[in-house]
């Protein structure tokens, strides 16, 4: 694997490799996106072993330009239209028909793609330069935890891929949410970094009583995903305490403990609960710095050997819905 910085020439060649069927690691606003040419079957594929990613889990798909979207939909809903017009780009991604260009490998053989425009100007100008769009599920091994930054790719992925394209901490830090706009009552897939309530302002209601199927219809809808090799345990907000813990896990010793919890007001109750490691997402409470911290930090204490990490939501309300989705993903059910 060899690591470009992100000057002009670098990422000429990044897009050349894409275009020549290799595999790039590349940074967005929401974590750092493993590409391959959306078009190329075999490089697609490569994707799917460098991550040991199930076959029946689809891609999202990454443009460069909101005209390139025609690329990939066989159709557009003027309710699509709303959302590209006005939230892209960024972190939201759609799911549309798709043309038939498109290979089956991309979308797990459904008839539909997931389409993201996204805001990072480096991966903008990768794709721009690959000449293609881009199939880009997230940078690291299947279900473990996301990566926001290039290190995290570099330990986490290492010669499994050609090149690292080293853009720096990601800025969202959660992957971007996903709406089904094949239904004449958009719905909701997966929460992140596109807050629902943004969405509604532009298009009116959404559903967002997700069902469980047997059809995985768009990334990030396993139940057991984006996790640590140590056990998570999730609390509701406000409910965190060592009593609580106890009682759930067998055997706790609070000196291996960490625990994660919203801002500096719950670390001072986590801590004269009994807890001697604590950390925050955010000191002052701010849900975007939360969401933007929340995999950098699962990162760090997944290396420091704690015996349990027991977190608590944040306040279920924009970003923090995309928090505490990924906090229950990564939890021990």
Not at 55 to 66: E, G, K, Q, T
Not at 102 to 128: C, M, N, Y
Not at 228 to 237: A, D, I, K, M
Not at 291 to 303: G, V
Request: net charge negative.
């Amino acid at each position: 694997m060899m690591t470009l910085d992100i000057s002009e020439e670098n990422l000429k060649i990044a897009g050349r490799a894409l275009a020549e069927g290799k595999l790039v690691a590349i940074p967005t606003e929401t974590v750092y996106g493993l590409g391959a040419d959306a078009f190329n079957a075999a490089a697609v594929a490569r994707v799917f072993e460098a991550k040991a990613r199930p076959s029946f889990d689809p891609l999202i798909v990454h443009i460069a330009r909101i005209e390139d979207l025609e690329k990939i939909a066989s159709s557009i809903p003027p309710k699509a239209k709303l959302l590209a017009d006005h939230l892209w780009p960024g972190p939201l991604t759609m799911i549309l028909p798709k043309r038939s260009e498109v290979p089956d490998i991309v979308t797990s053989g459904l008839p539909t793609a997931a389409v993201r425009f996204p805001q990072h100007p480096v991966a903008r100008k990768i794709i721009e330069f690959s000449g293609t769009a881009i199939a880009a599920p997230s940078a690291n091994p299947f279900g473990y935890i996301s990566p926001t930054r290039a290190e995290h790719v570099a330990r986490l992925l290492g010669e499994k891929i050609d090149y690292l394209v080293d853009g720096g901490a990601c800025e969202v830090g959660v992957e971007s949410t996903v709406i089904d706009m094949t239904h004449d009552l958009p719905k909701i897939l997966r929460p992140g970094g596109m807050p629902v309530e943004r969405i509604i302002e532009i298009i009116g209601p959404v559903d967002m009583s997700v069902k469980k199927s047997a059809v995985v219809s768009s990334p990030g809808q396993l139940d057991s995903h984006y996790a640590p090799s140590t056990q998570l345990f999730l609390f509701e907000y406000g409910t965190l305490n060592l009593g609580n813990a106890h009682c759930l896990i067998e055997g706790m010793d609070p000196g291996l403990a960490a625990a994660i919890v919203f801002d500096d007001a719950r670390a001072q109750e986590a801590a004269r609960a009994g807890f001697s490691t604590v950390f925050t997402l955010s000191s002052n409470g701010n849900l975007r710095d939360a969401a933007a911290n929340l995999f950098a930090l699962l990162h760090e204490l997944d290396s420091r050997n704690f015996s349990v990490l027991v977190a608590e939501k944040c306040p279920d309300e924009g970003l923090g819905r995309a928090i505490n989705d990924r906090l229950y993903r990564a939890s021990v059910k």
